[in-house]
Each structure stands twice: as structure tokens, then as C-alpha cells.
């Protein structure tokens, strides 16, 4: 898994937040394209859909990034 941390003007940062931003644009991308669908009107809980639709991605997006070592 590529968890080095990232050098900006001398100030380290986790790669965690980049991918955990990553993941919360996707996430919010996808959750307008899917409460604006006729699927959006099935869910039951909201507040649990975005919430595990995040998780999902952050997953998929650290297992993309430890797969690939960008």
C-alpha cells in the first residue's frame, strides 16, 4: 500500500487526506447523479447510503492507489 507521506513547502501530509478528498468529491458527485435518478427515491436511509458510499470509495480509491504506486 503506498502510504508515504507527501513533502508541500516542507509541511508532510498524510496521502490519506488526498484520497479521503478524492473519495468525498466522488462521493458527492455520485450521490447528486443518484438522489436526482428514480433509484433515489428507493433509499431508505440516506444519512447511511452517504455515508457507506464513502467508505466504499475511499477503499476503492486506496486499493487503486496501493495497486498502482502513482
Not at 507527501?6 to 473519495?23: E, K
Amino acid at each position: 500500500m503506498y502510504l508515504r507521506e507527501l513533502s508541500w513547502g516542507g509541511v508532510f501530509f498524510s496521502p490519506m487526506l488526498f484520497y479521503a478528498f478524492v473519495s468525498l468529491v466522488l462521493a458527492a458527485v455520485i450521490r447528486a447523479l443518484v438522489h436526482k435518478s428514480p433509484f433515489g427515491r428507493l433509499i431508505w436511509q440516506e444519512a447511511w447510503f452517504d455515508v457507506a458510499l464513502f467508505v466504499c470509495l475511499l477503499a476503492g480509491v486506496t486499493y487503486v492507489a496501493g495497486a498502482y504506486q502513482w
